[in-house]
């Protein structure tokens, strides 16, 4: 697919819903890409695009279409991002490309890596421990990974299969489906 396809298929909003983030009704957020105590980062419907204003922001000085915000989000490069965009707009071609264990898993670890940045306790923790994770490679996840946006049958399917999540065959509720965080809550995915 194009990426001009793409952008004019994939709007901003369907990536904030996508993600979990919901803007203010001023179209303001807090920002994802940086430690945001005020919201900083503004959503424009008109250009579909997103800037952060903070100038802590990794993203800081330039402004994110759908692919870039992607590319951010996860960690992934542009060509993956445009493949992640294709895979939102029609889910029916993820499971022709279904990820290698590795990819999987690194992917996982990513999520968790930078997950640390947006946990005070993470940090905290690691603090106490005199562990540095800008320099180490250390990652957390409240347990709750395969919850909320994130939960997809492919995601569940694959955390099962390489042992990510175990089948404890507790069904959820409010989902019906069997999964168990194999993770503690805390330092899940600390040595
Ligand atoms: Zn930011």
Do not use: W
Not at 39 to 46: L, R
Not at 60 to 82: C, P, Q, T, W, Y
Not at 172 to 191: D, F, I, V
Request: charged letters at 25%.
């Amino acid at each position: 697919m194009e990426i001009s396809a793409i952008k004019s298929q994939l709007s901003i909003s369907t990536i904030l819903h996508y993600y979990g983030l919901k803007p203010d009704k001023n179209a303001k957020m807090c920002c994802p890409f940086h430690e945001d105590k005020t919201p900083s980062m503004q959503i424009y419907y008109k250009t579909q695009t997103a800037y952060c204003f903070s100038s802590n922001c990794k993203t800081h000085g330039k402004s994110m279409d759908v692919i870039d915000f992607i590319m951010h989000r996860e960690n992934l490069s542009k060509h993956e991002a445009i493949k992640k965009a294709e895979e939102i707009l029609n889910p029916a071609t993820r499971k022709n490309n279904r990820l290698s264990d590795t990819d999987f898993l690194t992917n996982m670890f990513t999520y968790f890596r930078n997950a640390i940045n947006n946990s005070k306790p993470a940090k905290e923790y690691l603090e106490k421990r005199s562990l540095d994770f800008t320099r180490i490679e250390v990652g957390y996840n409240s347990g709750q990974f395969h919850h909320g946006e994130r939960k997809t049958e492919e995601l569940l399917k694959q955390a099962l299969e390489v042992g990510l999540l175990q089948d404890k065959g507790l069904i959820n509720n409010r989902t019906k489906r069997k999964a168990t965080a194999l993770l503690q809550n805390g330092a899940s995915a600390l040595p």
